[in-house]
């Protein structure tokens, strides 16, 4: 298939280590606009994205983002929120009386913004930019919020961080497609199934290295005990439910 460029698709790599120079004069602006022709709920576009180029700004927020080095590195920083202030003010200002404090209705702004997200990640890569997604973003979304002055409403959900690149990334692979698609309807996994699915993942030698680093048996259990733990799971669940409940969106 030649259309659309898929291996421009399958070859692009998370960058997270940039050349020291600013991104041109309206190229972040251009891409957002494109981006945000992305589809959104009810075309509502229930999102807001906070530009961060000043390099104090950019050394304050690092902490939030466990001092990885991409925040400094980054020409520009890009915390991606979820946003139904916007839409609720303008719903005061027209006689319309908002009511978007619930589970639903940041269901509804998170999938915009991811969706608003990933489309400005292709646009900025296709524009030869190196881009980084930061998960670290929810784990302290309240610091965040009060660092870029976010109100109710408004939730940090993921930050990219993006400039251009000085290297090419690594090859993290993938899955076969076929361990995430089915047809018609779900079909569980065997054993089998997991150890076919799972077997290139496992056999790679970063994965062989984080298992010895790590003083695993296996690949699974350096993610269950070492990257995703219980403990951090629980703990930011935690801290991540009452920031939602102090910006109004879960009562
Ligand atoms: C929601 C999300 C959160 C991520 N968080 C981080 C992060 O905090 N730090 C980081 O270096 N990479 C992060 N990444 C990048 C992934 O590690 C990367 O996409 C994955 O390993 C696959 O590599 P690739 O993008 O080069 O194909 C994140 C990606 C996503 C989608």
Redesign the pocket.
């Known amino acids: 298939m030649d259309f659309p460029d898929i291996s421009f698709f399958i070859n692009?790599?998370?960058i997270?280590r940039y050349r020291p120079e600013p991104l041109p004069e309206g190229l972040l602006e251009q891409l957002l606009e494109a981006a945000a022709h992305a589809p959104s709920t009810g075309n509502m576009q229930l999102y807001s994205v906070v530009v961060t180029t000043d390099p104090t700004e950019k050394k304050a927020l690092a902490p939030y983002?466990f001092g990885?080095p991409?925040v400094e590195g980054a020409a520009a920083v890009l915390t991606f929120c979820a946003d139904f202030h916007r839409f609720s003010r303008w719903c005061q200002e027209r006689g319309a009386t908002p009511c978007y404090d619930n589970l639903q209705s940041f269901m509804a702004a998170t999938l915009d913004t991811i969706a608003f997200a990933q489309q400005f990640n292709t646009l900025a890569e296709s524009a030869g930019l190196g881009v980084?997604?930061?998960?670290?973003t929810t784990y302290n979304a309240g610091e965040i919020a009060s660092a870029l002055r976010l109100p109710g409403l408004v939730v940090p959900l993921?930050t990219l961080t993006v400039g251009y690149p000085a290297d090419n990334?690594?090859d993290?692979g993938r899955l076969p497609v076929e361990a995430v698609t089915h047809y018609g309807r779900y079909r569980d996994y065997t054993t089998a199934d997991i150890d076919r699915l799972y077997s290139e993942k496992e056999s790679r030698d970063d994965s062989r290295r984080f298992v010895a680093e790590n003083g695993k048996e296996t690949l699974a259990q350096v993610f269950t005990d070492v990257r995703y733990p219980r403990g951090n799971n629980e703990l930011f669940s935690e801290k991540f439910l009452g920031f939602l409940k102090s910006s109004g969106f879960i009562r």
């Not at 980084?132 to 670290?136: D, F, H, I």
């Open positions: 692009r790599r998370t997270r983002h990885q991409q980084c997604w930061l998960g670290t993921i990334g690594e993290a």
